[in-house]
């Protein structure tokens, strides 16, 4: 019986020190931040035709991690799933256009947003719909469980379309737009303005906005210590300029938040 009850706790100690292990960075991964990203949402992060990462986003992690003095691993992620994600520990940080909402924050901490953004709707050049008030009896697009879902459902447009059908990515929705299956997408607004230089002529943007809104990193509860860090990075990019050329090279001018 003593030696049932030695081997008992004996494994029990095992499990406790494998679990206590798993629950914390250790080594070579506490030196590295594994941040969360939407590979298909471009110009923030996506892939071009090489199939790398690109996109402000990919180029501003980057270069704040490395104020850190951390290694960085862009690890693509099913969005809908984004905060399940980090708050299990797969990915330390959110980060790839992630609007700042107050539903949100009950989930993560949040970086000082970094910048601007608006939820917008997105229709073919050659549509007959100017107004969000066009939209009624009409089928729109919009991507799964985004602050564009948000938008829409915070306004009058939910009980006046005809159908809201979700995508897994901007793409899709556009891409069904193409063929007529849907008769606008809304959008974030840079992605609205990636798209349109992509593809000069094919689309436009309604004048009337939906919300506007700004976008930050998303960090797990608990973790100030990686949020002060991150925080500190930044501000240091804002005032030594490094923000200011991401930004220009990916927007044509300095749309960081200070």
Same mark, same amino acid.
Request: glycine content about 6%.
């Given at each position: ?57 990919? *180029?501003?992690?980057? @270069?704040? $991690? ?5 290694? !960085? /691993?862009?690890?693509? %992620? =099913? ?89 897994? *990515?901007?793409?899709? @929705?556009? $891409? ?5 299956? !849907? /008769?606008?997408?809304? %959008? =974030? ?70």
């Amino acid at each position: 019986m003593k030696k049932i009850a030695w081997m008992s706790l004996l494994l029990s100690a095992m499990v406790s020190l494998v679990v206590g292990c798993s629950s914390a960075k250790t080594g070579a991964d506490a030196n590295k931040l594994i941040i969360g990203i939407d590979d298909k949402f471009a110009p923030m992060g996506f892939r071009d035709e090489k199939n790398e990462l690109v996109g402000f986003d990919i *180029d501003y992690a980057r @270069a704040a $991690s490395e104020k850190m003095g951390k290694q !960085v /691993e862009f690890q693509p %992620i =099913d969005w809908s799933a984004k905060e399940s994600e980090l708050n299990s520990g797969r990915i330390d940080l959110i980060w790839n256009g992630y609007t700042i909402t107050d539903v949100r924050k009950e989930k993560v901490l949040f970086t000082k947003p970094y910048l601007k953004n608006a939820q917008v709707v997105v229709t073919m050049a050659n549509s007959n719909l100017t107004k969000l008030s066009d939209l009624a009896g009409k089928a729109i697009g919009l991507q799964k469980l985004s602050s564009a879902a948000d938008a829409v459902n915070a306004s009058d447009m939910k009980n006046q379309v005809k159908s809201i059908t979700e995508y897994p *990515d901007n793409v899709l @929705a556009l $891409s069904d737009m193409k063929i007529g299956r !849907v /008769e606008a997408v809304v %959008i =974030d607004q840079v992605v609205a303005d990636y798209y349109m230089a992509k593809e000069p002529g094919a689309f436009k943007v309604m004048e009337e906005s939906l919300a506007p809104e700004e976008y930050g990193v998303g960090v797990k509860k608990g973790n100030e210590a990686l949020l002060n860090e991150l925080q500190k990075a930044l501000d240091t990019m804002n005032q030594d300029g490094t923000a200011a050329k991401i930004s220009e090279k990916w927007f044509g001018e300095n749309r960081v938040l200070k």
